[in-house]
């Protein structure tokens, strides 16, 4: 790769992408916490709860607030997956653009 914009892309890419990753986890820990799979009282399980919301609160909440619960569920991770998604693809198509 001699491209100097290649380091770049990916670098974006790559915090696109453990962004989803933790929002993966928010999720999939909520649903934990809402089924009683997990305490969340326990220390490590609290901590990953707290951890996840501050990396994701500053992105998700202006979408909550804007597209309110339809029938309890909360849409917004979608909107942000599907967000990210496209971001990634024309960002990579900046990219092929650029070469």
Same mark, same amino acid.
């Given at each position: 790769?001699?491209?100097?914009y290649y380091p770049?892309? &990916?670098?974006?890419?790559? +915090?696109?992408? +453990?962004?989803?990753?933790?929002? +993966? +986890?928010r999720i999939a820990l909520s649903w934990m916490f809402a089924f009683q799979v997990i305490n969340p009282r326990h220390?490590?399980?609290w901590?990953?709860?707290?951890?996840?919301?501050?990396v994701t609160d500053p992105i998700l909440k202006p979408i909550q607030r804007a597209l309110p619960p339809m029938g309890g569920v909360d849409l917004s991770p979608l909107v942000v997956f599907i967000l990210i998604y496209v971001l990634q693809m024309y960002l &990579?198509?900046?990219?092929?653009?650029?070469?």
């Amino acid at each position: 790769m001699n491209n100097p914009y290649y380091p770049i892309f &990916w670098a974006i890419d790559t +915090v696109l992408t +453990v962004f989803l990753i933790v929002m +993966v +986890v928010r999720i999939a820990l909520s649903w934990m916490f809402a089924f009683q799979v997990i305490n969340p009282r326990h220390p490590f399980a609290w901590q990953l709860d707290r951890m996840t919301r501050a990396v994701t609160d500053p992105i998700l909440k202006p979408i909550q607030r804007a597209l309110p619960p339809m029938g309890g569920v909360d849409l917004s991770p979608l909107v942000v997956f599907i967000l990210i998604y496209v971001l990634q693809m024309y960002l &990579w198509q900046l990219y092929a653009a650029l070469i």
